[in-house]
């Protein structure tokens, strides 16, 4: 699975982006979709999950401000970012995991996309 990430730019604090994650190849219904960030000097951390049942999980600092979802009959993931805030700040990466029946997992990443929340 091929990911690229698109939406990234610079918005005030307050403001709202929405990111998108067009995948390429098959299986993209049955893979697990996410965006991770990583800030300068800082780890790359999970910021949103969902699942191939639509459950949906958030990092504790973005629930009520984030929205990931997906559109399968697309191949996009997106993620909703409603009032921003400077330590939103990072570079975003989707990601997606395939497990086959097997038990066998493959992870994908995309390139990532600059978000920067400044006045």
Same mark, same amino acid.
């Given at each position: 699975?091929?990911?690229?990430?698109?939406?990234?730019?610079?918005?005030?604090?307050?403001?709202?982006?929405?990111?998108?994650?067009?995948?390429?190849?098959?299986?993209?219904?049955?893979?697990?979709?996410?965006?991770?960030?990583?800030?300068?000097?800082?780890?790359?951390?999970?910021?949103?999950?969902?699942?191939? @049942?639509?459950?949906?999980? $958030?990092?504790? #600092? &973005?629930?009520?401000?984030?929205?990931?979802? =997906?559109?399968n009959a697309l191949s996009v993931a997106y993620l909703?970012?409603?009032?921003?805030?400077?330590? @939103?700040?990072?570079?975003? $990466?989707?990601? #997606? &995991?395939?497990?086959?029946?097997?038990?066998? =997992?493959?992870?994908?990443?995309?390139?990532?996309?600059?978000?920067?929340?400044?006045?």
């Amino acid at each position: 699975v091929q990911l690229q990430a698109s939406g990234g730019g610079l918005v005030q604090p307050g403001g709202s982006l929405r990111l998108s994650c067009a995948a390429s190849g098959s299986h993209f219904s049955t893979n697990v979709m996410a965006w991770y960030r990583q800030a300068p000097g800082k780890e790359r951390e999970l910021v949103a999950r969902i699942g191939t @049942d639509y459950r949906t999980e $958030y990092l504790d #600092s &973005v629930k009520d401000r984030f929205t990931i979802s =997906r559109d399968n009959a697309l191949s996009v993931a997106y993620l909703k970012m409603d009032n921003l805030k400077p330590e @939103d700040t990072a570079v975003y $990466y989707c990601n #997606s &995991v395939h497990t086959t029946a097997l038990g066998l =997992r493959t992870i994908s990443w995309g390139q990532g996309t600059q978000v920067t929340v400044s006045s």
